[in-house]
C-alpha cells in the first residue's frame, strides 16, 4: 500500500480507473475488493423499510390509522375515469397530438362549461354528473385543478356511481369500436 490509499477508501483507485478506461476489470476488481455492491444493497434496503414504517406510521409517535382510507379507492376511480375518456378521445380521433389537443381542451373548457350550462339551464346539480366532474367531485384536488366552482350536497356515492357508469360506458365503447374497426 502506497501513503494514498487506506484500506477504506477506494477514490485513488476509482480515479485511476476512470482516468484510463482502457482496463475495466480494475473497477470490478475494487468493487469486489471494497464490498460496494453490498454497501450500496444494505443501504438501500435500509431505506426502503424505513419509508414503509413511516408510510404506514409505524415509526412516528402517532399510531397508525386507517381513517381516510376510502380516498384511495376514490383517488383510483378519479385515474381511471380521466383515462377512459382520454382513450375514447384517442378512439375516436386516432391522431395523437389531436387527441391531446381534444382531451385537455375538453378537460379544462368543455366539460366545465358544459356543466355549467346544465346546472343553471337545465336541472340543478345535474351538470356535476359529466364523466370528470363525478370522479372529480369525490375527492378534493389540492392546487388549481381543485373543486374551483361549487360544492354539493350530494353523497359521494352516487358520484362514485355516476363515475364507474361513465368509466364501463367508454370502456365497451372502446371494445365495440376496436372490434368492428380496422386498426
Not at 63 to 76: D, K, N, T
Not at 123 to 139: D, T, Y
Request: with cysteine; net charge negative; aromatic share 12%.
Amino acid at each position: 500500500m502506497n501513503g494514498t490509499d487506506t484500506p477504506f477508501s477506494p477514490v485513488p483507485k476509482l480515479l485511476a480507473v476512470i482516468m484510463d478506461r482502457a482496463e475495466i476489470h480494475k473497477l470490478e476488481d475494487i468493487l469486489v475488493e471494497k464490498h460496494v455492491l453490498l454497501h450500496f444493497m444494505f443501504s438501500a434496503m435500509g431505506t426502503a423499510s424505513s419509508e414503509i414504517l413511516k408510510a404506514f406510521g409505524l415509526s412516528g409517535t402517532e399510531p397508525f390509522s386507517w381513517s381516510g382510507v376510502e380516498y384511495l379507492g376514490y383517488f383510483f376511480v378519479r385515474a381511471l375515469s380521466y383515462m377512459s375518456v382520454a382513450l375514447v378521445i384517442v378512439m375516436l380521433l386516432r391522431r395523437s397530438g389531436v387527441s391531446i389537443g381534444i382531451y385537455f381542451l375538453y378537460l379544462f373548457i368543455v366539460e366545465n362549461l358544459l356543466g355549467l350550462i346544465i346546472n343553471n339551464k337545465i336541472l340543478e346539480e345535474a351538470g356535476n354528473f359529466l364523466p370528470l366532474r363525478s370522479s372529480g367531485q369525490l375527492i378534493d384536488a389540492p392546487g388549481l385543478f381543485g373543486k374551483v366552482l361549487d360544492t354539493t350536497d350530494i353523497e359521494p356515492v352516487y358520484f362514485l356511481l355516476a363515475a364507474l357508469l361513465w368509466i364501463a360506458a367508454c370502456l365497451l365503447f372502446c371494445k365495440y369500436r376496436f372490434q368492428k374497426s380496422d386498426l
